[in-house]
């Protein structure tokens, strides 16, 4: 949601644009105080959402990012007002960089605008790549532990899919108690003593 304020039109050097965006998770708060804040700082727009931290679609910032131009700079009354993660915000302020606009947020005294404040882009640049190093580590370590299993046993195999006749004619054949099993599956087509016992219970009990 888009707010133009009646404060008077306060830009940056060379005419860039102070952008802020506020929100709140329920309709029971009030976005006053952050509005107060950004309107003192000197933001001329703001955009709004009220939308609890984990929800994806804002429309309030989408309007906020796609109105930022090259310069502008993006203000928030506090961090978690921006992010519903620490992945969001990483990817939201990954992508201000790539827009060229700056990012300040009130309460932790961040300033990428500032001559120090470029460090904040490179820290959560490198936020961005440890996340992604635990993702393939983290995957990394699952298929291992899986192909481990595997050797080991790991899950059941799936019992192969056998014809009722073939059931029926190995069942027969073990009743006459004169041939062994492993005949009895080559005779029946039936590849594995699993899926033999599976399908003949009584000799599975027998053994």
């Known amino acids: ?3 133009s ?12 644009m102070l952008v802020g965006y506020a929100r709140v998770s329920t309709d029971d708060q009030t976005l006053d105080p952050q509005k107060d804040a950004l309107l003192k700082t000197g933001c001329e ?3 709004t959402d009220i939308a609890s931290g984990a929800k994806t679609d804002r429309a309030g910032l989408s309007e906020a990012l796609d109105f930022l131009r090259d310069g502008d700079t993006l203000v928030v009354w506090k961090l978690d007002r921006l992010g519903r993660s620490l992945k969001h915000l990483i990817e939201t302020v990954n992508l201000l960089e790539e827009k060229k606009a700056g990012f300040k947020s009130l309460t932790e005294n961040m300033d990428t605008t500032s001559p120090g404040g470029k460090l904040f882009f490179h820290v959560f640049g490198a936020l961005a790549e440890f996340e992604r190093a635990l993702i393939r580590e983290r995957t990394k370590a699952g298929l291992e532990a899986a192909r481990a299993r595997g050797r080991k046993g ?4 799936e019992i192969e899919k056998i014809d009722p006749r073939k059931i029926t004619r190995a069942k027969e054949l073990y009743a ?3 041939m062994p099993v492993k005949e009895i599956m080559a005779i029946a087509g039936i590849k594995s003593r699993t899926t033999f016992y599976r399908y003949i219970p009584e000799t599975n009990e027998k053994a």
């Open 45 to 47: 727009k703001i955009f």
């Open 176 to 178: 006459q108690k004169d």
């Open 5 to 16: 304020c009646t404060f008077s039109r306060v830009l940056l050097q060379s005419g860039y």
């Open 1 to 3: 949601m888009f707010h």
């Open 154 to 157: 790991g899950r059941r195999k």
